[in-house]
Nanobody
Framework: QVQLVESGGGLVQAGDSLRLSCAAS????????VAWFRQAPGKERDFVAR???????YYADSMKGRFTISRDNAKNTVYLQMNNLKPEDTAVYYC???????????????WGQGTQVTVSS
């Protein structure tokens, strides 16, 4: 079992930055792919970014250039740096872990509880 806890969300203004953290405990997750997803009210859960255990990253097209995913395996933590935030980035952000490299939320076995990000215009 892997337990994931997100933190770092909050209320910011358009153009601001936030860094989300996803701390893992339990079974080591250093060999897992970790991804961030987000879900706005009334919408589906969308893929944001993922990072493999070797550090290979992949982003949704709309996040490229603004968001950066990274991981510190020694701290069992994955980060999502979000810059130039826009009101449409408002959502609950979830981190998730998978043994496969994928963008599909269906393939992620472990999920955190989510952290709210609200961007005002």
């Amino acid at each position: 079992q892997v337990q994931l806890v997100e933190s770092g969300g909050g209320l910011v203004q358009a153009g601001d930055s936030l860094r989300l953290s996803c701390a893992a405990s339990g079974r080591t997750f250093t060999t897992y792919t970790v991804a961030w997803f987000r879900q706005a009210p009334g919408k589906e859960r969308d893929f944001v970014a993922r990072i493999t255990w070797t550090g290979y990253t992949y982003y949704a097209d709309s996040m490229k250039g603004r968001f950066t995913i990274s991981r510190d395996n020694a701290k069992n933590t994955v980060y999502l740096q979000m810059n130039n935030l826009k009101p449409e980035d408002t959502a609950v952000y979830y981190c998730a872990a998978s043994v496969v490299i994928t963008t599909s939320p269906l393939s992620y076995s472990y999920w955190g509880q989510g952290t709210q990000v609200t961007v005002s215009s």
